[in-house]
Every structure is written in structure tokens, then in C-alpha cells.
């Protein structure tokens, strides 16, 4: 009997197809984790950016401009990992 967790057209690949799909679903991890990252540090990152808004003189906010940097990637890494490790139901820990 088949396997029903699979989505129904994974159920015939060739074992090359099998090791890039798990290659790709690996990549879609390792960018979700990038993401996670990246938005914690861009969370710590805001004290300073709120004080650079606060205190700094005219355009120059350089932290801001960092802070929204950092949030943009994690933002970009979400979005592309999820995307990557779609079809995959099972959570996997590197």
C-alpha cells in the first residue's frame, strides 16, 4: 500500500529525483533557520535603531537602515524557505 503522506506526485521518482528533492527540502530548512536568525538579531538590533531615530541628525540612521536590512533578509529567507520545503511534512533539526 502506498504511503498517503506523500503528495501524490512524489510517489514514483527515481532515487536522483528523490536525493535533489531532499536536497532542495534541506536548503528550504537551512533558510528557514537563516530567517529565524537574522529576525531575532534584527529584534535586538531595534534598541539601538529606536536611539540612532531618536538622537541622530537628519538622514544619517545608519543602524536603522541596517535594522531594516536585517528584518528585509529574514523576511526574503522565510518566504524562499518555505517556498523550498514545500511538500515536506516532517520537521527536520540540523
Avoid: C
Avoid at 20 to 49: K, S
Amino acid at each position: 500500500m502506498a504511503n498517503m503522506l506523500i503528495p501524490v506526485e512524489e510517489r514514483h521518482l527515481t532515487p536522483e529525483q528523490v536525493d535533489l528533492l531532499d536536497a532542495r527540502r534541506r536548503r528550504g530548512q537551512a533558510l528557514l533557520v537563516i530567517g529565524f536568525q537574522t529576525f531575532i538579531i534584527g529584534t535586538l538590533i531595534t534598541i539601538w535603531a529606536g536611539q540612532d531615530l531618536t538622537y541622530s541628525p537628519g538622514w544619517a540612521h545608519p543602524m536603522a537602515y541596517w535594522d531594516g536590512l536585517l528584518f528585509l533578509a529574514s523576511l526574503v529567507s522565510f518566504v524562499w524557505g518555505i517556498r523550498l520545503k514545500r511538500g515536506s511534512n516532517e520537521f527536520l533539526s540540523y
